[in-house]
């Protein structure tokens, strides 16, 4: 069965003032918000870390130990962990902890990150991007799996028959890692033998059906395990789909217009908007038209798992809670029965 899970990166949200709230405010909607996810039974929530005053969230895994603290069954994770500029053996630790007091419901995704300024402020230089994860990712994926490690590389000292506390139980900690669309990254994935989780953001889904082909080639020529592959897109639900867009458009607009001018991007047009929410990787609209373009998504490109970013730009704290309630009481159990459906009809 497919898991529907969700993501934020704790976007700073307006308040009912209508000023943009205080980050310590933010983390604690967010706190409430992965509760009310757990009891409308999402599946996932995943957290991304950033280093930006737009985004609430820069240690993903302590404020996912205050949900596990508040949860019961929800899957715990990062989206994501950016591990390029971060410490392996610490990052393990943070995750092997968070594992210990979930009850084994953590989940590591490791990325390179979309954003930049975690290098400097960690003193990492951008001139080694590549070999960081290559490397990272690399000593990452062995303490997942072997109890003392031996390892050797260019970006930090090597381990020899390290033992790091706190170990994984016996059922280990699944690891995902997140790819924006580049050939190399799929490989790796398969050669590491960890799973993959596609950021798709704009843009017709199914153009990525040449990456899910390579990445079951690369398992076949690697002799790898065919694991289970996610998507993480952005989206948001109100009850109709005209609420749904009045809603996330000028909150949409607001981000988008922020980056795009850091990043020199012409602006974003309403049209623009529509034309990804009606064709592209916006999944904004009524329970009904979300649930019914995820399971395409889900069917064309055969995942195991779909991540809804419910959060882009400042959309107030009571929208995104009524946009959680429908995605895990409405939209879910339409998306499985549609699935469903489609099985039979192929059988």
């Known amino acids: 069965m497919v898991e529907l899970g969700l993501d934020t990166f704790g976007d700073i949200s307006l308040g009912r003032d209508g000023k943009l709230k205080r980050p310590d405010e933010v983390l604690r909607d967010v706190v409430d ?11 996932f929530i995943g957290l991304g870390e950033h280093h930006r005053p737009d ?16 949860t019961r069954r929800i899957k715990l994770g990062t989206a994501v962990t950016v591990l390029s500029s971060d410490d392996p053996v ?9 594992n210990a007091v979930s009850n084994g419901r953590a989940e590591a995704i490791l990325g ?25 990712l690399d000593l990452f994926a062995k303490l997942v799996r072997e109890t003392e490690v031996t390892w050797a590389g260019q970006t930090r000292t090597g381990l020899t028959k390290a033992r790091v506390q706190p170990p994984l139980g016996p059922e280990g900690m699944t690891v995902w890692v997140g790819v924006g669309g580049s050939p190399e990254s799929v490989v790796r994935v398969v050669r590491q033998d960890l799973q993959l989780m596609l950021a798709i953001i704009g843009g017709d889904p199914r153009r990525f059906l040449p990456y899910i082909d390579l990445y079951h080639r690369a398992c ?11 998507v993480h897109s952005p989206g948001f639900i109100a009850a109709t789909d005209e609420d749904a867009r009045e809603i996330a458009w000028p909150a949409y607009q607001d ?7 850091e990043r020199g991007w012409p602006p974003t047009s309403k049209t623009r908007f529509i034309e990804e929410v ?6 904004v ?3 009904e038209t979300v649930a019914r373009k995820i399971a395409a998504t889900v069917a064309d490109l055969g995942l195991a798992r779909f991540d809804m970013k419910y959060t882009t730009g400042p959309i107030p704290h009571d929208k995104l809670l009524t946009c959680l309630q429908l995605y895990g009481q409405k939209v879910i159990p339409m998306v499985r029965d549609l699935l469903s459906s489609a099985a039979l009809r192929k059988n």
């Open 33 to 43: 918000e992965a509760a009310l996810a757990d009891e409308v039974g999402i599946d």
């Open 55 to 70: 985004f609430a969230i820069s240690a993903p895994e302590i404020v996912l130990a205050a949900i596990a603290g508040r």
């Open 90 to 98: 610490r990052a393990f630790q943070r995750f092997s902890t968070l």
């Open 112 to 136: 390179r990150g979309s954003f930049t300024e975690s290098y400097p402020l960690f003193g990492y230089d951008m001139a080694e991007y590549d070999v960081l994860f290559e490397e990272k």
């Open 220 to 230: 076949a020529q690697l002799q790898k395990p065919v694991r289970p592959v996610g």
């Open 255 to 261: 981000m988008f217009g922020r980056i795009g001018r």
């Open 278 to 283: 009606e064709h592209g990787s916006l999944y």
């Open 285 to 287: 609209g009524s329970p």
